[in-house]
């Protein structure tokens, strides 16, 4: 089982619509991060937190709004969404500070479809 | 712009046999690799890692070789078994947190 709870596992919304995913770790971690994966394509890299900072923002639509309230949650605020916005959104913490990332624990997605 | 990648986009295996899946890389200062395991419905799991300053490391069941002169990565699974199945990922560490996965490859297992 992993150790990087996300929900819901499954949310279906409108373009009009506000929904927030989250995600929760108890590992201690302090590096964060939320990864897009499409059908059958690797996943790609959104926001990365470390201690609580935004660190890194891939250049997202700001539609995608993150938050790291503490060391241990990580939320993802959704509005206004495309249906090309559909797919696996992935939560992923690792023990790394500093310089670069170490093993990335996965939780197990939340699938999101927008109509 | 350099990125990691697979050779093959799927691969057949008989149950029992064992399994190679390689990826290519072109990023010469990169100096730790991943290798991850996506089940159907399931987030990535970590198989197993190596650094830069090793060219063969072993798991459970597992094999991972680094080739830095031809930039070539391998996971060997012994043994493959139903569970194997899955779709494998190399990712390449690098210093800024950004880990970059190359294409995938999707592992079947034929009983």
């Known amino acids: 089982d992993t150790e990087v709870t996300q929900t819901p596992k499954h949310l279906v919304m409108g373009m009009t619509n506000k929904k927030s995913l989250k995600c929760e770790q108890h590992m201690g971690h302090r590096a964060m991060y939320w990864y897009k994966q499409k059908a059958k394509k690797p996943p790609e890299l959104m926001f990365v937190y470390s201690y609580e900072k935004l660190s890194i923002n891939e250049s997202v639509p700001s539609r995608f709004s993150p938050e790291c309230p503490n060391s241990s949650l990580l939320n993802l605020h959704l509005h206004a969404l495309q249906p090309e916005d559909s797919a696996l959104y992935l939560c992923a913490s690792s023990t790394t500070s500093g310089g670069g990332t170490g093993e990335l624990f996965f939780g197990e997605g939340s699938r999101l479809t927008v109509l | ?111």
């Open chain 2, 1 to 111: 712009g350099e990125s990691v990648g697979l050779h093959l986009p799927t691969l057949s295996v008989q149950e029992g046999d064992n399994s190679i899946i390689n990826c290519a890389y072109s990023n010469s200062a990169s100096d730790y690799f991943i290798w991850y395991k996506q089940e159907s419905g399931k987030g990535p799991q970590f198989i197993i890692d190596i650094r830069s300053n090793m060219d063969k490391r072993q798991g459970q069941r597992v094999t991972v070789l680094l080739n830095k002169t031809v930039k070539h990565l391998s996971l060997q699974i012994a043994a493959t078994q139903p569970g194997d199945s899955a779709v494998y990922f190399c990712a390449e560490n690098r210093r800024d947190y950004k880990l970059s996965f190359g294409a995938g490859t999707t592992v079947t297992v034929r009983a």
